[in-house]
């Protein structure tokens, strides 16, 4: 039986997405056998993450604080960008991976989720009133042409693109979805970048 300080640390990795008991043991034992100065240095990092990250106020994207960003994130106060599409992803590795891209040039909102992964009871942990509120009060300079629903081609991504575009008919904005270069029951953020290039390009 392990010490009651290394069960407490397998159980603490144990409730990362994707990671199981026999997983967070190989955590804790390689932190175990680390050096003072590496098990200090992931302590100071992930304090950090609280301390000095903060979500984007119009994409819920994670950034690192400045005043001179006003709350918003580098990629939504970049003028550049065409402020006239929308991209909709599940989660913040999917932005990630559609920017690496270099093919998409619009803005982005984070849903936070899937509808096949909650209960429907539990709809309300999306940011959906969140999204309500973005397109109802756009702004000035920005007047969507296009919205596009980069949900994953898994069942739960398929139902939640199903629920989005109900959800969005209100608004009277044309939506698309990704092109089928995508394997069916993958994830955007392990597909390579020219899989994601033609699934950008080929949206319908």
Do not use: W
């Amino acid at each position: 039986m392990y010490s009651q300080s290394i069960q407490r640390l397998i159980g603490a990795f144990s409730r990362f997405p994707a990671v199981g008991p026999r997983t967070a043991s190989r955590f804790t034992f390689h932190l175990l056998k680390a050096d003072k100065k590496e098990a200090e240095d992931l302590m100071a990092a992930i304090g950090e993450l609280h301390e000095k990250v903060r979500l984007c106020r119009f994409c819920f994207n994670p950034f690192d604080e400045a005043p001179q960003k006003k709350g918003f994130c580098a990629l939504c106060l970049d003028e550049t960008r065409d402020r006239s599409l929308l991209c909709i992803v599940e989660k913040e590795s999917d932005l990630e991976a559609l920017e690496r891209t270099l093919r998409y040039r619009g803005l982005y909102f984070i849903l936070g989720g899937t509808v096949g992964m909650l209960q429907t009871e539990d709809l309300s942990r999306l940011r959906l009133k969140e999204l309500k509120a973005r397109l109802q009060d756009i702004g000035p300079k920005i007047r969507l042409r296009e919205i596009i629903l980069a949900t994953n081609p898994t069942t739960e991504g398929e139902a939640t693109a199903l629920y989005l575009e109900r959800f969005l008919k209100p608004f009277s904005v044309p939506t698309t979805r990704l092109g089928r270069g995508l394997p069916l029951g993958g994830e955007l953020e392990y597909a390579d970048e020219e899989t994601l290039k033609s699934a950008l390009e080929g949206r319908r």
